[in-house]
Nanobody, 120 residues
Framework: QVQLVESGGGLVQPGGSLRLSCAAS????????MGWYRQAPGKQREVVAR???????VYADSVKGRFAISRDNAKNTVYLQMSSLKPDDTAVYYC??????????????WGQGTQVTVSS
C-alpha cells in the first residue's frame, strides 16, 4: 500500500502565497509522475500541475507564472508553491502519485485533499 499525506492548505488573502506538501510512504519501489489537482464546489476536478521523475513540468494555463511544482525524490515528496493567489484558486487540492511498488505492481494514489480558500 501507498499512503499520501498532504499539508499546507488554509485561508489566505488575494495576492498571498501558500505552499502545499505531499509525502508518499509505503511499499514504494519508484515514483514516476507526481502532481496536484483541484476541485472547486460544483466543478470537476482539474489538473493544476504535474512533474515527472526527470523534473519535466506541466501547468494549467490558469496557474502558469503563479504556481511552481517541485519534488524531493529522496523524500518522495512533492510541493506546490502558490503565489499571487486569486479567489478563483479556492478549491480542495489533491495530490496524485504514480509509480511502482516493491512487489512490482503499478500504483496510483490520491491524497485526502487540503482546502485552500482565497478570500479577503
Amino acid at each position: 500500500q501507498v499512503q499520501l499525506v498532504e499539508s499546507g492548505g488554509g485561508l489566505v488573502q488575494p495576492g498571498g502565497s501558500l505552499r502545499l506538501s505531499c509525502a508518499a510512504s509505503g511499499s514504494i519501489f519508484s515514483i514516476s509522475a507526481m502532481g496536484w489537482y483541484r476541485q472547486a464546489p460544483g466543478k470537476q476536478r482539474e489538473v493544476v500541475a504535474r512533474i515527472t521523475s526527470g523534473g519535466s513540468t506541466v501547468y494549467a494555463d490558469s496557474v502558469k507564472g503563479r504556481f511552481a511544482i517541485s519534488r524531493d525524490n529522496a523524500k518522495n515528496t512533492v510541493y506546490l508553491q502558490m503565489s499571487s493567489l486569486k479567489p478563483d484558486d479556492t478549491a480542495v487540492y489533491y495530490c496524485n502519485v504514480l509509480g511502482s511498488m516493491t512487489r512490482g505492481s503499478d500504483f496510483t494514489s490520491w491524497g485526502q485533499g487540503t482546502q485552500v480558500t482565497v478570500s479577503s
